[in-house]
């Protein structure tokens, strides 16, 4: 059993966005939810939250009673609060971390440009530390986090969940087995009215590409660890959308196009990663897909549209993804423990646990989990992504 503390209040932890449920897909969240449901099963202790705003605790302690307590048997929603109400405090987290016992779990949901800052103070005092995609926004953040999570021997892991999505993991072990990469394309989107849910950050602090390209990015640097290298990044912007809806520069669409080089020949292939956050409402929340070709086959998948379509009075018609988080109750009980928005919780606080109880050390789940140490090649390509529309030209992508 281990402790957790959860930094972070927003739409993926709690499902509220700002006093509000979230219009979205996640209206009871992931992240909290799934906390909940492994104390439920024995494996985590003291559950903390930590926000900026201590005054939201009252809501989101309703939020969760509403919509978790009252609609799973057996769920115990408590958790230690910080800041107290009515305190506001961009650095409550550091109170928070200091409460925890040596070796408790850190999960960090906040702003991107916050990743850094949060995780390694917590990774500074022993904890084993999750930290929403992207991990980090520059290369020299990333390596300091490594190095630190290496020599405190603790489990530092990006919370990239499409990697336990098991189409998408199935696709990755094809990837490596078609021959030598050629082409990846990739695309990714989010209602233009999200944008209201991220008006505090987006184009401030972080983007688009940061955001939701990391999916698709991960993913591929995840199949061609072993087989490719990326060489540059060069990125294209549109704009118009957002910047009209938030009053001040923000692009609505970005794209990456990543040249590879393979290892085994010195052959070239190239990716193109788009993500956008000015889509229409859909049958879907989020159009995910993407296209992939190897010297010996190709791969397609629509990880948004799998067969499966719902009907309603109410909501009219939608295409839903029980893989991500399956939120309908089965006879009052959580029936989500499957689902890999879930699994990706799951497995590192099991991994903690593990390492907590002397059973693995941190470097056991170097082949198994996204960790900071064999992620550093996405984080390149993203920031190299943000430095080529900044500055109007392709980036090199130096060696690993």
């Known amino acids: 059993m281990i402790d957790v503390l959860i930094v972070g209040t927003g739409e993926y932890v709690t499902g509220l966005s700002g006093a509000a449920t979230a219009q979205s897909d996640k209206k009871t969240g992931v992240v909290a939810l799934s906390v909940f449901e492994l104390r439920r099963q024995g494996l985590v202790g003291r559950v903390a939250l930590c926000g900026r705003d201590g005054g939201k605790h009252a809501t989101i302690r309703r939020q969760f009673h509403e919509r978790i307590h009252e609609v799973y048997v057996g769920m115990d929603t408590s958790f230690d609060a910080y800041p107290q109400a009515p305190d506001v405090d961009a650095g409550a987290y550091r109170q928070a971390i200091d409460s925890l016992k040596s070796g408790s779990a850190v999960i960090v949901f906040t702003p991107d440009d916050t990743h850094h800052e949060i995780a390694r103070y917590a990774i500074d005092r022993g904890h084993h530390t999750l930290v929403a995609k992207p991990f980090v926004k520059t290369v020299a953040e990333h390596r300091e986090l490594a190095g630190m999570a290496r020599a405190a021997g603790v489990l530092a892991m990006v919370e990239v969940h499409k990697r336990f999505d098991p189409i998408y993991s199935d696709a990755v072990r094809r990837m490596r087995e078609l021959g030598e990469f050629s082409f990846m394309s990739s695309y990714m989107s989010q209602p233009k009215h999200q944008l209201r849910t991220f008006g505090s950050w987006a184009g401030r602090s972080s983007d688009i590409s940061y955001y939701l390209n990391s999916h698709h990015v991960d993913l591929l640097a995840w199949a061609l660890e072993d087989l490719a290298d990326p060489v540059s990044v060069f990125a294209g912007q549109s704009t118009g959308v957002a910047s009209a809806m938030l009053e001040r520069p923000i692009e609505d669409t970005i794209t990456l196009m990543v040249e590879w080089r393979n290892r085994a020949g010195g052959n070239r292939g190239t990716s193109v990663h788009t993500a956008s956050w000015i889509a229409p409402i859909s049958d879907v929340h989020s159009q995910q897909r993407f296209f992939y070709m190897g010297s010996t086959g190709e791969i397609h998948v629509d990880q948004a549209h799998r067969g499966y379509s719902v009907s309603t009075d109410e909501s009219g018609f939608s295409s839903p993804n029980p893989l991500f988080m399956n939120y309908l109750a089965d006879r009052g009980r959580f ?24 059973q693995y050390v941190a470097p056991d789940f170097e082949g198994a989990l996204p960790t900071a140490a064999n992620t550093l090649r996405t984080t390149q390509i993203l920031e190299a992504g943000r430095r080529s529309l900044d500055e109007g030209t392709p980036i090199a992508v130096e060696p690993v």
């Not at 029936?335 to 002397?358: L, P």
């Open 335 to 358: 029936a989500g423990q499957d689902s890999y928005g879930f699994v990706s919780i799951r497995k590192f606080i099991e991994s903690a646990c593990a390492i907590k109880a002397g």
